[in-house]
């Protein structure tokens, strides 16, 4: 199986809505690896690694968010996969 990491920066109404911890939920049950984060300027930064149609599944789900997201903005960059094991939130 072929692993691909998508590295995003989400911007909007994406802080204090949940989106750390329904980001999480998404990618344990897409059996995605990786984690999330707060970013001190209002974004969200997210690391997913896993088979390519789930990572392209996380990407597509980061542009609606949690139910109380308002996300405007979704920055995506490919890299090589680093090997990530289970998914956390960093604080």
């Known amino acids: 199986m072929t692993r691909t990491r998508a590295h995003v920066f989400v911007s909007g109404r994406v ?3 949940f989106y750390r911890a ?3 939920e998404t990618a344990e049950s897409n059996a ?3 984690w999330v984060r707060n970013l001190d ?3 969200v930064e997210a690391v997913s690694e896993g ?3 789930a990572i ?3 990407v597509e789900w980061c542009h609606t968010g949690s139910p109380a997201a308002t996300v405007e ?3 995506v960059e ?3 996969p680093q090997g990530e094991d289970g998914f956390r939130i960093r604080y």
């Open 78 to 80: 490919y890299e090589e």
């Open 56 to 58: 392209e599944e996380m």
């Open 15 to 17: 802080q204090g809505v």
């Open 73 to 75: 903005d979704v920055d």
């Open 51 to 53: 088979p390519e149609e």
């Open 22 to 24: 329904t980001t999480k």
């Open 32 to 34: 995605v690896d990786g």
């Open 41 to 43: 300027d209002g974004r």
